[in-house]
């Protein structure tokens, strides 16, 4: 079956647009996240959505940046009022429902580069 | 909060040889450790995970130690070859959850 899915795989844009990125998680995935990662460096959390239940917002670093998930499928994250250091290579990663104590790996696509002018 | 340290952040070694990355996590909870590698323009692909029930997993030249008691997982990479350079990041997941720490990464360069 196919992975996770995102795209564009690449964005350029001006400073002060607002920007959408897409995740498309493997099927039946329940939970599916976001992180940011800049030029050499780890990752950065931003959100989690696990089913129906109110995302994990946490990391996300201002008000410019929000994402909407419905039920378990596509997600969009929008950075509104981009700013250059918002330049960064977006992942997103989603993981099947454990029916264990243990946790599940988190499956990756190629990420979103965005460029910001 | 929920912390892991990984090191070394950058790790050059010579074709054939071995390589060990080590993590330590802060969350006693944690019960869940998987390995991932990144290469360049991609995303992380899950590689080897451990589950806190076992201290050692083997996958060809790939494996994984965990000591539970220290709170210390570390990776060993057998006979690496040039293939194996990448960027490695080691993670943590505690008992029930979704939300994954993740190690700063280690850069890997095998040199031929």
């Known amino acids: 079956g196919a992975g996770v899915s995102q795209s564009p795989s690449n964005k350029v844009t001006e400073k002060g647009k607002d920007v959408e990125l897409r995740c498309d998680p493997i099927s039946g995935h329940t939970a599916l996240y976001w992180y940011r990662q800049r030029l050499g460096q780890g990752l950065e959390f931003l959100i989690y959505f696990q089913g129906n239940s109110a995302p994990d917002k946490s990391g996300l670093p201002s008000d410019r940046f929000s994402a909407e998930r419905t039920g378990e499928s596509v997600s969009t994250l929008t950075i509104q009022r981009t700013q250059q250091e918002d330049s960064a290579v977006y992942l997103c990663a989603s993981s099947p429902l454990t029916r264990t104590i243990f946790g599940q790996p988190q499956h990756f696509g190629d990420g979103t580069r965005l460029s910001i002018l | 909060g929920e912390n892991v340290e990984q090191h070394p952040s950058t790790l050059s070694v010579q074709e054939g040889d071995s390589a060990v990355i080590k993590c330590t996590y802060s969350?006693?909870?944690?019960?869940?450790f998987p390995w991932y590698k990144q290469e360049l323009g991609k995303g992380p692909q899950l590689i080897i995970d451990?589950?806190?029930?076992?201290g050692e997993k083997k996958d060809q030249r790939i494996a994984v130690t965990l000591n539970k008691t220290a709170k210390h997982f570390s990776l060993h990479i057998t006979e690496t070859q040039p293939e194996d350079s990448a960027v490695y990041f080691c993670a943590a997941i505690y008992t029930g959850g979704f939300k994954t720490i993740f190690g700063a990464g280690t850069r890997l360069f095998v040199k031929a």
């Open positions: 969350d006693s909870a944690s019960n869940y």
């Open positions: 451990i589950r806190s029930n076992v």
